[in-house]
Each structure stands twice: as structure tokens, then as C-alpha cells.
Nanobody, 128 residues
Framework: QLQLVESGGGLVQPGGSLRLSCAAS????????IGWFRQAPGKEREGVSC????????NYADSVKGRFTISRDNAKNTMYLQMNSLKPEDTAVYYC?????????????????????WGQGTQVTVSS
């Protein structure tokens, strides 16, 4: 069964850092654009960052630019989100997701509707 499993969430103080990981099984990430999304209580799921299957194209939501970094290791079938300078408004459930593209494609999307495969989510709470 195709699946994505997030890890690395937790409780951190404002200004702190977390590194989220997402391990893929059942498919090879080299054929998929990947993204990180988050959903806070009462809010719509929003795109945080995405990266193409080639790893050469990335995009970030304005709210996280300069603080978050997305990366992928296709050989390990794992994607990452490094989150620095965390703010209370970053508190949400974070999801990794993927959708099929051509191999080594530069295509990417921050729209959750584009994505076909989703992880179960990991809670990130930023509070003092």
C-alpha cells in the first residue's frame, strides 16, 4: 500500500526549530512532486512548501519564506521540512503529500487539490 509517514513534530518554544521527516513506501519519490501542508483548527489546509521530483524547483508560502526549508533525498525516499524561527501561528498539524509527475520533472504545486497521496500528519505546537 502506498503511504507517507511523517515524524519530527512536537512542542517547541517560539524561536525554536524542528525538522520534520516524511518517509515514503510503496512508490519511488523520484517520480513525484512533494509538498508540506498544514492545517490549524478552524482553518483550511494550506500549502507550506513544495519541491519538484527533480529537487531543482521549490516554492514556499509567504508566511514561511526565509524560515522553512524543504528538501528531499530520493535515494532514501524521504522528504524533509526544516523549520526555524518558529512562531505560535505555525502551530498546526503538518502533512506531507505527493503527486505523480514525469521522472526528474521541474513541476510543482502548492495546491492541496493537486496531491494524491497524504501522510497521517504530525502535530507541531509552538508555545511558551
Amino acid at each position: 500500500q502506498l503511504q507517507l509517514v511523517e515524524s519530527g513534530g512536537g512542542l517547541v518554544q517560539p524561536g525554536g526549530s524542528l525538522r520534520l521527516s516524511c518517509a515514503a513506501s510503496g512508490f519511488t519519490l523520484g517520480y513525484y512532486a512533494i509538498g508540506w501542508f498544514r492545517q490549524a483548527p478552524g482553518k483550511e489546509r494550506e500549502g507550506v512548501s513544495c519541491i519538484s521530483s527533480s529537487g531543482g524547483s521549490t516554492n514556499y508560502a509567504d508566511s514561511v519564506k526565509g524560515r522553512f526549508t524543504i528538501s528531499r533525498d530520493n535515494a532514501k525516499n524521504t522528504m524533509y521540512l526544516q523549520m526555524n524561527s518558529l512562531k505560535p501561528e505555525d502551530t498546526a498539524v503538518y502533512y506531507c503529500a505527493a503527486y505523480r509527475t514525469a521522472y526528474w520533472s521541474s513541476v510543482y504545486s502548492l495546491s492541496p487539490y493537486q496531491y494524491d497521496y497524504w501522510g497521517q500528519g504530525t502535530q507541531v505546537t509552538v508555545s511558551s
